[in-house]
């Protein structure tokens, strides 16, 4: 989706709840971000030091490893909240009504079968590193510079667990809109077109004018 976000806001329950949860999936983006964006100074500064002063930085592969489910995971909930992942559109987009609601729960509720089972293991991963009977309550480190791995691991089941909850909010709108066969319901993302996509592109323009 591209502009601004495609998701309505009322009054209702359902609305507040992910007017609730955008705030955290916003931070989560953010540091996601953040660590993208640190991890160009890191390469920038280990390619320098080995050209220079024949002194790369020491652990630099263990400092992508820690920073991995940062860049790769922490901003997924935000991004399934504005419609941002890649989708069938043009199947989905002639689809209407009902039929579109239906397909879309559906599909929400199978992702969300999916991701509880990856919580489950997840965190089951995260309880095999994690032992305060250890130095840094660690069973397992990084190769180079020994870092504790289990604060990473902990970070999928805690952005899995937040996208789950994001899931459970978008298949009570996709099931409300099937119910009361709504054009236009909230907490959901609804399909722009390309002329819709090409005016919020156009305004978001603008504003940063």
Known sequence: MAGASTVLEDSSVLSRLDRALLPIEQVMALLSGLAAFSLMFLAAYSVAGREFFE???????????????????????????????????????????????????????????????????????????????????????????????????LLVPIAFAVLCARLVLQAVGYARAFWLNLERPVAVPLIQSVAAQARAEAEALDGAD
């Open 55 to 153: 002194a790369p930085l020491m652990g630099y592969v263990d400092l992508i490893e820690m920073l991995m489910p940062l860049i790769a995971i922490m901003g997924v909930s935000y991004v399934q909240r504005n419609g941002g992942h890649i989708r069938m559109d043009i199947i989905i987009g002639a689809m209407r009504g009902r039929l579109l609601w239906l397909v879309e729960l559906i599909m929400v509720v199978l992702i969300l079968v999916l991701m509880i089972a990856l919580v489950w293991g997840a965190w089951a991963h995260f309880d095999r590193s994690f032992d305060c009977a250890r130095p840094f309550c660690s069973r397992d480190s990084s190769i180079d510079i020994s870092l504790p791995i289990w604060p990473s691991k």
